[in-house]
């Protein structure tokens, strides 16, 4: 079954804050003393791939068929 519009744009949406958010800092370091911790918060990639795949789906779902839209036709 076909996302409604509204589901797929708001996961666009989070993917676009997403990719800002790596954008800003992909990752960073902190020494404790012992050693060294990298934390890596996402891969920008994946992100960009996942928005190219929501962009199309959302293309879909307002430009191409969607069997969750129905019409009705008033009798004349």
Not at 11 to 37: C, I, V
Not at 49 to 74: C, M, V
């Amino acid at each position: 079954m076909a996302r409604s519009y509204a589901d797929v744009q708001a996961e666009l949406t989070a993917a676009y804050s997403a990719r800002r958010a790596a954008l800003l800092g992909q990752s960073y370091s902190l020494d404790t003393g012992q050693g060294r911790q990298t934390v890596t918060r996402a891969n920008l990639t994946e992100i960009s791939h996942l928005i190219q795949a929501l962009e199309i789906e959302l293309d879909e779902a307002t430009n191409g068929a969607n069997p969750s839209i129905t019409f009705e036709r008033d009798s004349v």
